[in-house]
C-alpha cells in the first residue's frame, strides 16, 4: 500500500500567493481608545474646527492596531490596521466609504506596501482590480522572484475543498521512496484556460520523490487562472512539496 501524506507535512507556500499579512484579532476587546482631530488637509487640530476625526483602538501597544476615520457628519471614511503609528505603517485590510457611505476602495498592505485593491464606482461597479503577485522565473540555473500586478491571481479552485485537504487526500508516499525524504521543489504554468502545465523539478531529492512530486501537480484540477487588464494570463508558480514520512 501506498501512503499518503499528512497535509501537515507539505510546504504549502506558493510563491505566487500575495506577500500581504491578515490579522485575525478580537476587535471588541480593544483595551484603550484615543479621538484625534484633523481640518480639511489632514492636519491636527481641535475638537472645534475638526473636518475629520480618527478613532484608535489598542489591546496591546506592540500588537496591530485598529484606526477608523470619520467624516464630521459622522459616517466612516476609512477602518484599517496599523502595526505602527509613528511612522503610520499600514500592515493588514484597509477599507475606505465616501461621505454618503459607499464603499468606494478596499486594499491589503503589508508593511506598508499596497499588495490588493479594489476600487468601485458610486454606482458600485468595479472601476480597478489589481493584486501584487511574486512569480518565479530561472536564469542560468538561480532561482529569480519579482513581482508583478494583476487584477487577480490564480486561485485553487475544488469546490469546497481547501488546498491542504486536497493534500491529505491525493499526495501518495511512494512505496519505492523506502523512508527517504526532503523537499522537492516545482515549478509549473497556470494557463488561460486554468490547466497546469510544464511542471518541471528545479530543487530535486531523488528520482522517486522527484516523480511522485510531479505526479501530484500534474493531476491537479483546475485552478481559476490569473486576470490582468480584463483578460485571463499564463502564470507561473511554485510549490515547495516536503516528503516526510
Known amino acids: 500500500m501506498r501512503n499518503r501524506i499528512n497535509s501537515n507535512t507539505l510546504g504549502i507556500s506558493i510563491s505566487i500567493i500575495i506577500a500581504a499579512s491578515f490579522f485575525i484579532l478580537n476587535k471588541a476587546n480593544a483595551q484603550s481608545r484615543d479621538t484625534i482631530y484633523y481640518n480639511a ?29 470619520y467624516y464630521p457628519n459622522g459616517i466612516m471614511q476609512m477602518d484599517g490596521w496599523y502595526s505602527t503609528l509613528e511612522p503610520e505603517t499600514r500592515d493588514g485590510e484597509f477599507t475606505w466609504w465616501d461621505e454618503k457611505g459607499k464603499k468606494n476602495r478596499w486594499m491589503v498592505f503589508e508593511e506598508n506596501e499596497p499588495t490588493k485593491i479594489t476600487e468601485w464606482d458610486s454606482d458600485g461597479k468595479i472601476t480597478r482590480q489589481q493584486e501584487k503577485v511574486n512569480t518565479v522565473s530561472y536564469e542560468n ?16 479552485n475544488r469546490g469546497k475543498s481547501t488546498f491542504s485537504e486536497y493534500v491529505s487526500e491525493y499526495l501518495i508516499y511512494p512505496d519505492k521512496a523506502k ?40 493531476s491537479m484540477p483546475r485552478w481559476t487562472p490569473g486576470v490582468q487588464e480584463g483578460k485571463n494570463v499564463d502564470v507561473t508558480m511554485e510549490l515547495p512539496v516536503n516528503f516526510n514520512p
Open 41 to 69: 488637509k489632514w492636519e491636527k487640530t481641535d475638537r472645534e474646527n475638526k473636518h475629520f476625526y480618527r478613532v484608535i483602538y489598542r489591546e496591546v501597544k506592540k500588537k496591530p492596531i485598529r484606526v477608523q476615520d
Open 141 to 156: 540555473g538561480k532561482r529569480v522572484y519579482e513581482s508583478r500586478a494583476l487584477e487577480k491571481a490564480p486561485v485553487f
Open 179 to 218: 523512508g527517504s525524504r526532503g523537499k522537492v521543489i516545482v515549478t509549473f504554468v497556470v494557463d488561460k484556460t486554468g490547466r497546469v502545465k510544464d511542471a518541471e523539478v528545479v530543487e530535486s531529492v531523488n528520482a522517486i520523490l522527484d516523480g511522485a512530486a510531479l505526479d501530484f501537480i500534474k
